[in-house]
C-alpha cells in the first residue's frame, strides 16, 4: 500500500489555509468538490482527503454528510462565568440563533441522570432533544433531563424556545448554582445525525447540571458541539 505523501499533504494544506486567512475562501462558503481539488493540486483524492481531514481537525473546514466541505465560520465564545441562554449568546456576539425540537417526553431516568440529580432508582424525568444553529448551521445538538417535580405540565409549552425563559415566566425558577463538566468526545450518533456528520467525529461535549435560587437540582444538560464552533472561556470580574 503506497503511503500518502506527506509534502503533498502540507502543500495543500498552507494553500487552503492561505486562501482562507486572506478571505478568498469565505466562512460557511463551499470548498469546491474533492476531484476537483485533487485536479488542482494534481494530487489523488486520497492525498487531498488527509488535508482536508487535517485542516478539519484545526477547526479550519468542516464536512457535512452528502453536502461536502464547508469553510469553518468564527468560533462562539461560550463563557462559563457570564450566566447566559444560547439565544442570547448568539444575538450578543452578533450572530443568528436558532433552536429546532426534536422530541420531548417523559421517560425512566438512567442511572447515569439519576445520579446527577440525586434522584432515587426507577424515577422519572422529562427528556427534551434538540437542535441548536448559528446562522442556519447546526452546531448544538443538546438533550436537557429535568425533574418533573419542578416543572409540571412543561410537556404542553412551546419547548423550542429558551429554557431558561420558560423557567422564569412559567414556573418562577432562576438558575443558581451550575457545575460543568468538559471532555473532547466522538459524537454518538443521535448528536452525529443531527448535525449532518458522521458518527464518531470529533465533538465537544459539556455536561451541566444546574440547581435553582434555592440549591435545589433541576436539570442537567448533555451538549454535544461541533469541535470547531465554539471557543470554552472563563473570566471571572
Same mark, same amino acid.
Given at each position: 500500500?503506497?503511503?500518502t505523501?506527506?509534502?503533498?499533504?502540507?502543500?495543500?494544506?498552507?494553500?487552503?489555509?492561505?486562501?482562507?486567512?486572506?478571505?478568498?475562501?469565505?466562512?460557511?462558503?463551499?470548498?469546491?468538490?474533492?476531484?476537483?481539488?485533487?485536479?488542482?493540486? /494534481?494530487?489523488?483524492? *486520497?492525498?487531498? @482527503?488527509?488535508? +482536508?481531514?487535517? $485542516?478539519?481537525?484545526?477547526?479550519? %473546514?468542516? &464536512?457535512?454528510?452528502?453536502?461536502?466541505?464547508?469553510?469553518?465560520?468564527?468560533?462562539?465564545?461560550?463563557?462559563?462565568?457570564?450566566?447566559?441562554?444560547?439565544?442570547?449568546?448568539?444575538?450578543?456576539?452578533?450572530?443568528?440563533?436558532?433552536?429546532e425540537?426534536?422530541?420531548?417526553?417523559?421517560?425512566? /431516568?438512567?442511572?447515569? *441522570?439519576?445520579? @446527577?440529580?440525586? +434522584?432515587?432508582? $426507577?424515577?422519572?424525568?422529562?427528556? %427534551?432533544? &434538540?437542535?441548536?444553529?448559528?446562522?442556519?448551521r447546526?452546531?448544538?445538538?443538546?438533550?436537557?433531563?429535568?425533574?418533573?417535580?419542578?416543572?409540571?405540565?412543561?410537556?404542553?409549552?412551546?419547548?423550542?424556545?429558551?429554557?431558561?425563559?420558560?423557567?422564569?415566566?412559567?414556573?418562577?425558577?432562576?438558575?443558581?448554582?451550575?457545575?460543568?463538566?468538559?471532555?473532547?468526545?466522538?459524537?454518538?450518533?443521535a448528536?452525529?445525525?443531527?448535525?449532518?456528520?458522521?458518527?464518531?467525529?470529533?465533538?465537544?461535549?459539556?455536561?451541566?447540571?444546574?440547581?435553582?435560587?434555592?440549591?435545589?437540582?433541576?436539570?442537567?444538560?448533555?451538549?454535544y458541539w461541533?469541535?470547531?464552533?465554539?471557543?470554552?472561556?472563563?473570566?471571572?470580574?
Amino acid at each position: 500500500m503506497q503511503s500518502t505523501p506527506a509534502r503533498a499533504v502540507t502543500t495543500i494544506c498552507q494553500a487552503l489555509q492561505e486562501q482562507i486567512e486572506h478571505g478568498l475562501l469565505v466562512p460557511g462558503g463551499k470548498l469546491p468538490a474533492e476531484r476537483t481539488l485533487s485536479e488542482v493540486f /494534481a494530487t489523488t483524492r *486520497i492525498t487531498l @482527503r488527509e488535508a +482536508l481531514v487535517q $485542516l478539519e481537525a484545526q477547526g479550519l %473546514i468542516y &464536512r457535512e454528510e452528502r453536502r461536502g466541505w464547508f469553510v469553518a465560520p468564527e468560533r462562539l465564545t461560550y463563557d462559563l462565568i457570564e450566566r447566559s441562554h444560547f439565544h442570547a449568546m448568539v444575538l450578543d456576539q452578533g450572530r443568528a440563533p436558532a433552536t429546532e425540537l426534536l422530541s420531548a417526553r417523559l421517560q425512566p /431516568a438512567s442511572a447515569v *441522570i439519576c445520579a @446527577r440529580l440525586r +434522584l432515587p432508582a $426507577l424515577s422519572s424525568v422529562v427528556r %427534551i432533544c &434538540r437542535l441548536r444553529r448559528i446562522d442556519g448551521r447546526g452546531v448544538l445538538y443538546a438533550e436537557h433531563y429535568l425533574n418533573p417535580r419542578y416543572f409540571p405540565g412543561i410537556l404542553e409549552l412551546d419547548l423550542g424556545q429558551s429554557l431558561t425563559e420558560t423557567y422564569a415566566r412559567d414556573y418562577g425558577i432562576r438558575y443558581g448554582q451550575v457545575g460543568f463538566e468538559i471532555v473532547p468526545t466522538a459524537l454518538p450518533q443521535a448528536a452525529a445525525n443531527a448535525l449532518r456528520v458522521s458518527t464518531g467525529s470529533p465533538g465537544l461535549h459539556i455536561t451541566r447540571v444546574n440547581s435553582d435560587q434555592h440549591g435545589h437540582l433541576i436539570d442537567c444538560d448533555l451538549e454535544y458541539w461541533r469541535h470547531d464552533a465554539i471557543r470554552i472561556r472563563a473570566c471571572a470580574g
